[in-house]
């Protein structure tokens, strides 16, 4: 069974620009949960997205966004890059809404901002 | 607001010595807590949960509601136990899940 996939594993953006990572949950997962992680921060819920809604958000200003496609696959888009939003940002797939089995996570996209 | 505390940043202890890392939650209602480890050059990875009431590779954790904490004990620390850990928790009325700073163990041969 294949795990969570991420794409790309890592990133080189300039200020201003926007990106769009992309997320394949493991079979079955219908729910996709992203995290932001810094070092000085430590993981940073995102949102959450089930059956193509967003569930949940985060504390993240609205230049942070996603989807979710109807075969589970999520995307998350972040416009007008800042320095700060250089980070690991991670995706969680579930068999259920809330996780209630616990996530299973990819291995992360790595976003440099320059 | 829900809020894990992981007040040990490092945690170091010799091989086949006992082992805890704490976890202090904030949360009046019913949790659910979550342990995660993550391995050198290894994806972030369930532990165990509270809720299955699992030993996972030695370590247990037991939830006290009184103390609001979710320790993760394990008697016997060995190296290959040497990762960071993440307690997370997730409450019913806030969908996501927060986790604590996390605990960098070690295990010294």
């Known amino acids: 069974k294949a795990g969570v996939t991420q794409t790309p594993r890592y990133l080189i953006k300039t200020r201003g620009q926007q990106v769009t990572l992309s997320c394949s949950p493991i079979?079955?997962?219908?729910?996709v949960s992203w995290y932001q992680q810094t070092p000085g921060q430590g993981l940073q819920f995102l949102f959450e997205y089930f059956s193509e809604t967003q569930r949940n958000k985060g504390n993240f200003p609205g230049r942070f966004s996603g989807r979710q496609f109807s075969n589970s696959r999520s995307e998350m888009n972040v416009s007008t890059l800042e320095l700060g939003d250089s980070a690991l940002y991670l995706c969680?797939?579930?068999?259920?809404?809330?996780?209630?089995?616990?996530?299973?996570f990819g291995s992360g996209t790595r976003l440099t901002v320059v | 607001a829900q809020r894990v505390t992981q007040p040990e940043k490092l945690l170091s202890v010799f091989k086949g010595a006992p082992v805890e890392l704490k976890c202090n939650y904030s949360y009046s209602g019913s949790p659910e807590l979550f342990w995660y480890v993550q391995y050198s050059r290894q994806r972030l990875q369930l532990l165990l949960r509270?809720?299955s009431r699992e030993s996972i590779k030695g370590f247990t954790a037991d939830l006290n509601k009184g103390e609001t904490s979710f320790h993760l004990k394990k008697p016997f620390a060995q190296e290959e136990d040497s990762a960071m850990y993440y307690c997370?928790?997730?409450?019913?009325?806030?969908?996501?899940?927060?986790f604590g700073a996390g605990t960098r163990l070690t295990v010294k041969p």
């Open positions: 079979s079955g997962h219908r729910s």
């Open positions: 997370a928790l997730r409450t019913y009325n806030n969908n996501d899940m927060r």
């Open positions: 509270h809720i």
């Open positions: 969680a797939s579930s068999t259920s809404f809330r996780g209630n089995y616990g996530y299973t």
